[in-house]
């Protein structure tokens, strides 16, 4: 158990729908990531928050948004969904701030996304 | 960042050491080697990673080449419990976005 909390485990929504996936970072983590990983693409950084606010953006389309709220908790907000948007999203926490490369990253159990 | 690769899949048997190799020929200096693991849909787990000493946590041991061209994981005693898909990748020393490829899946046999 790394200590990062995932909400929910399964979901299964319908093509153009909008979803929140919730993240609740280890004790003490500042910082929060939110990954996707689908088969065909592996792995992919998504976004960084820092502290409540936006550090890193990487590969997110604009129609997935995010934030980080003063209890350093996070939610990843995606609208307007595709079938191509199936997959798991992981959130993962570290204690510092960005660009600390040695801060190992903390992985959540992820939400399993399913459009249909 | 520097492309790394891995084979696709090895076995090993329980109890045996297992060696999971990884090329990273194009590597920079400021960049560091990291492995992380997944066991199956759960979230990645990190290992170990170095720079070019060889390195050895409770998990596993690390030895890099001295060109650092590529390096070796090691699990001295496998369990069940290490099957998994083993990520190798290599990450700059400000940067800390990680982005895993297809990964070695290792299966121990008992």
Same mark, same amino acid.
């Given at each position: ?116 | ?18 060696? %999971? ?5 194009? !590597? ?18 990190? !290992? !170990?990673?170095? %720079? ?9 041991? /690390? ?9 070796? /994981?090691? %699990?001295?005693?496998?369990? %069940? ?30």
């Amino acid at each position: 158990d790394s200590g990062v909390t995932q909400t929910p485990k399964h979901l299964i929504t319908a093509t153009g729908q909008r979803v929140t996936l919730r993240c609740s970072p280890r004790s003490g983590d500042l910082s929060v990531y939110w990954y996707q990983q689908s088969l065909d693409q592996g792995l992919q950084f998504l976004i960084q928050y820092y502290n409540g606010e936006e550090r890193a953006k990487g590969n997110i389309l604009e129609r997935f948004s995010a934030q980080q709220f003063p209890d350093l908790h996070s939610e990843l907000n995606l609208s307007s969904l595709e079938l191509g948007d199936s997959a798991l999203y992981f959130c993962a926490s570290s204690p510092r701030l960005a660009g600390k490369h040695t801060d190992t990253q903390y992985f959540g159990p992820g939400t399993r996304l399913t459009v249909l | 960042d520097a492309k790394t690769t891995q084979p696709p899949s090895m076995d090993c048997a329980e109890g045996r050491a297992a060696n %999971l190799p990884c090329n990273h020929s194009t !590597i920079s200096g400021n960049e560091y080697v990291y492995w992380y693991r997944q066991i199956h849909s759960q979230g990645p787990q990190y !290992i !170990i990673h170095g %720079l070019k000493n060889n390195e050895t946590n409770e998990m596993a041991s /690390l030895i890099i080449t001295e060109d650092r061209k590529s390096s070796t /994981l090691i %699990l001295p005693h496998a369990t %069940l419990r290490d099957t998994a898909v083993y990520y190798c990748i290599v990450i700059k020393g400000n940067d800390y976005k990680l982005s895993f490829g297809a990964g070695t899946t290792v299966t121990v046999r008992a």
